[in-house]
Structures are given as C-alpha cells and as structure tokens.
C-alpha cells in the first residue's frame, strides 16, 4: 500500500449511501454506493488510492483563466 491508498471500513450500507471509516482515524465518509465495487457489503475493508490528475488540473487552470479574461473584457467596455 502506498501513502496515496487508505483503508475504508464498510460501516454500513443506507439505501444507496454506503458509510466509510476512512484511515486510522476512522473519519466517516458517506459515499454513493455506486462509486464502490459492485460485490461490496457492510463489513468489508476497502483500498481508496488518490491520484492526481494534472492534465485536468491545467485544463480547469487553463479555461478559469480564459472565463476571468471575457469577464474582465466585458467590464471594460
């Protein structure tokens, strides 16, 4: 396991809202049952990986800068 992967707990399942004891913390986290593998059931102890995705980060980067430039043009005129 690498530092970007933590342990989750399946707590509990609510409807579609599946209940996490994410790390040695034990933080809740609630989380559509649907973003978990489908054979996930209460009691079962989960990998959660974390990664970042820089090709999204300069995408947004890139289209917030262009949104502040049209807004800076619009209160110029």
């Given at each position: ?10 707590d ?66």
């Amino acid at each position: 396991m690498s530092k970007s992967d933590v342990k989750a707990f399946v707590d509990r399942i609510e409807g579609d809202i599946a209940v996490l004891l994410v790390g040695d913390e034990h933080y809740e986290v609630n989380l559509p049952k649907h973003f978990l593998p489908p054979e996930t059931v209460e009691g079962c102890v989960l990998i959660w990986h974390f990664q970042l995705d820089e090709e999204a980060a300069s995408g947004a980067k890139e289209s917030i800068s262009r949104l502040i430039e049209q807004l800076g043009e619009q209160f110029a005129e």
